[in-house]
């Protein structure tokens, strides 16, 4: 993909060392932007961005449910590349191991599980809006289909799913005017590291429970992603686009 439709903009996304952050950073690079990526597994980094533009590439090791992390991550992304054209607010996850049921689940889960898929994306649009009201720009967000689909054994992370959804379609109505669009994404099963703790009985259940019969790749979070964040998606705002393969129909 080497259209330069992002030539000279500069993007930001959280939780990028590995996966759906990676693979859309790396989309966003092969269409000419400048990106800086955060993530706190940062030995991700050298494997996911081998051979890709080391002057269009800013990488950060830092937690992104540290607020101040995420205001440095800002600054030295803004000292490297000027403004911040278009977020992607991507960091999140699940309780995973410690994931359960409502009635056994612990509030600290909660905590950590709100923190990492709803706070930060609230404090790294928070940083970047100021500009943007000026400029213009592109936000998006990471939602998830859990968020509609209300999967069990998932009550934290689907009401934080769900407040990001929430969140999208408000800032999106207070940006609208300052020619800035706000959407989010909702994926369902997507080939990440999170699926090599599943055992082929579950991927196989996922498949049949998904009417495209398969499990998506990364890339293809990254090219919606990607059209969000262009002038193709400029009469588009405060949306969450499904990418579950037929799962959830809206």
Known sequence: MTSGRFTAKTVAITGAAHGIGAATARRFLDEGARV?????????????????????????????????????????????????DILFNNVGQSGRERAAQFHESQEEVWRFVLEVSLFTAMRMSHLVVPAMRQRGGRIVNMSSDAALVGDAGLADYAAAKMGIIGF???????????????????????????????????????????????????????????????????????????????????
């Open 168 to 250: 999208t379609r408000s800032l999106a109505r207070e940006l609208a005017p300052h020619r800035v669009t706000v959407n989010a994404v909702a994926p369902g099963a997507i080939r990440t590291r999170a699926h090599d703790r599943l055992t082929p009985a579950v991927i196989e259940r996922i498949k049949a429970t998904t009417p495209a019969g398969f499990i998506a790749e990364p890339e293809d979070v990254a090219g919606c992603v990607a059209f969000l964040a262009s002038e193709d998606a400029r009469y588009l705002t405060g949306q969450t686009l499904l990418i579950d393969g037929g799962r959830w129909m809206i």
């Open 36 to 84: 800086a990526v955060i993530d706190r597994e940062a030995d991700g980094f050298a494997e996911s961005f081998a051979g890709q533009p080391v002057d269009r590439l800013l990488t950060m090791a830092g937690d992104c449910t540290d607020a101040a992390v995420l205001a440095d991550f800002h600054g030295r992304t803004i000292a490297a590349f000027g403004p911040i």
